[in-house]
């Protein structure tokens, strides 16, 4: 019978971002301890129930032991209290309860703690020190790690999503249980190879090029003999921690020589091709001209703009009024913005009910340096719900989210979904749980950088990014660094 530790300790930490993950904002989102890991997650496409299917059917090999999942919303760094309590929990199973066979993780690989710069990386070397050198400690990451030196030498395998939207984190997951299945029945000895690549990627779906051939050549390259895993990871330039930046990790069976051959030379050729990494993003202007040109074709599919500095998944607010105050300055009407995060406004809304009339300080209520400042808006209730909904699109399908009491506010011919919970607007439901039909509005801005293409998509006219002022401006080039060296 082999034994492997499980747990989960996530978080993409903005460094932009004044407003720390405490305990309480894990409590609020993903807090769990022992058997609930498994229970909470239990038929839903996540790296924890990957896991689980990937060891269940065989109970008399293996013993899983789930220790903990904490999850939450990106934000400013991790309190020390909050670190701590998850590094030590994991530290004191493995020292206490084992010995284990195995220590199986799903870990983010962009987390900044206020007292510590590499949140992986000493996470992993604390359990290297505790389990030595021979057991096995596999974990998946997102595909926005800044993959550091420290985590690569202290772990047996990394394994990062290749795909942004992130679409594959649960089939990643599978493979990376899959692959420590196969190393604790020595059918394979995987060995590591690791190359940093000091460029700062913008956010960057892997649909456009160069990354589609890119991600092409990685999957070529997993073709040779031998070879396991080539994946290229993006980096996460809002950390601002030294290590930052792109990075290629590879994996092959027993031959640690080809695999660090492999990575320096993927590495080598992102590199020189660093100068076509780039993007153009709208300003705020352009992108409502294009949309209300494109949605008086005659095309009745919506035309989305993603508000992506106020991302909520790359540690924003989701309070900036920039685009907002365009769309009411411009008397633009048709149009749905999801999700504006406004705890005060959504009080109103409830206190006020269904069908009354309204009068808000809309958003804004952050650093007005960088939010806008609040909307006045008068307007009528349309509709008031608990918030909740399941993910019903391919990005970690059947996930739970709480957008806690949510109004629905129709103003100046527009839709306003207000939150009182921050929440990204990556899925259809997020609006369909309100009562909003998305294939139906002429205009949606959604507060999203990329996610939002796998829910919005298919349903689209078209797409149109936006760079306005926010905590989590999607590219590098206007970012003053405090801690990223080359």
Known sequence: MKRLLIAEFKHETNRFCPYPADIESYRTHTFLFGEDVFRAFWDTETEINAFWETFHSFPDQYELVPCLSFDTIPSGPLTKDVYELAVSTICNM????????????????????????????????????????DVPVIATLDLHTNCTKKMADNATALVACREYPHTDTYQTALWTAQLMRDTLDGKVKPCMGYRRIPYLLPLFPTELEPLRSFNARALEMEQEPGVLSVRINHGFFLADIEEMGMSVITITDGDAEGSDHLAQLLGEELWEKRADLVRDFYDVDAALDEAEKLSAEADDRPVIIADASDNVGSGAIGDTTHILKRILERHISGCAISNIYDPESSARCFTAGVGAEVELSLGGWSDPLVSGGPVTLKGRVRALTDGYFRNIGNVS????????????????????????????????????????????????????????????????????????PGYAVPKPDTMQFRYWRM
């Open 94 to 133: 493995l020292k206490e309860d084992g010995p284990f066979d195995g220590v199986l993780l799903s870990l983010h690989g962009a987390m900044v703690a206020e007292h510590e710069q590499d949140g992986e990386g000493v996470l992993l070397e604390r359990i290297r020190k505790i389990v030595g050198a």
């Open 397 to 468: 399908k059947g996930n739970p989210h709480d957008m806690g009491r949510t109004a629905v506010v129709e103003a100046d011919g527009n839709t306003f979904i207000i939150t009182s919970r921050a929440q990204q607007a990556l899925d259809l439901a997020s609006m369909l749980c309100c009562g909003v039909i998305p294939s139906q509005q002429r205009i949606i801005v959604v507060k999203s950088a990329v996610h939002y293409r796998t829910g919005f998509g298919p349903i689209a006219r078209a797409m149109l990014d936006v760079a306005a």
